[in-house]
């Protein structure tokens, strides 16, 4: 059977998109698989530091605000955010400032989860990424590049 592309029929390695989703996958199952210790997902990890870091604010912080700085859907994010309710890492009660919309926070199981990924995912980060090195924050301002597209 023939491949219908002309333009990839003879190397895959010059699909950037195939190229760039290799990566991702490779970087993604390495952090799925050392969450495993921790008890959570990647997408609960990520749910989980974005509301850490905007709690810094001060403000209270919404599911909005969360998948707007994560990138992802509002009913993935609230899915997640009750999920992690339930188990006991966070909580979610009515907003003060805005009735529409409900406060989260992290509870003390959360940030004690935190407190044990955010290192690991880090250093997988400066592992994988590092192979790069001096081309890390080229590779990043790209990646901002195509964010902003």
């Not at 760039?20 to 199952?29: D, V």
């Not at 990924?117 to 081309?135: C, R």
């Amino acid at each position: 059977m023939e491949f219908p592309s002309d333009k990839f029929k003879k190397d895959s390695d010059a699909s950037t998109g195939l190229v760039f989703i290799r990566a991702y996958n490779k970087w993604h199952s390495t952090i799925k698989n050392e969450l495993r210790g921790v008890g959570i997902t990647h997408p609960q990890f990520v749910v989980m530091t974005v509301l850490n870091f905007l709690c810094q604010s001060g403000e209270y912080v919404t599911q909005v605000n969360i998948a707007k700085m994560a990138d992802m859907d509002v009913m993935s994010v609230s899915q997640i955010i009750r999920g992690l309710e339930e188990k006991g890492f966070l909580k979610r009660a009515a907003n003060p400032n805005d009735t529409r919309a409900n406060a989260v926070w992290l509870l003390e199981k959360g940030q004690e989860a935190i407190k044990r990924a955010l290192p690991i995912v880090e250093k997988i980060d400066d592992e994988f990424f590092g192979v790069l090195s001096n081309d890390e924050q080229f590779f990043r301002d790209c990646l901002h590049k195509l964010i902003a597209f």
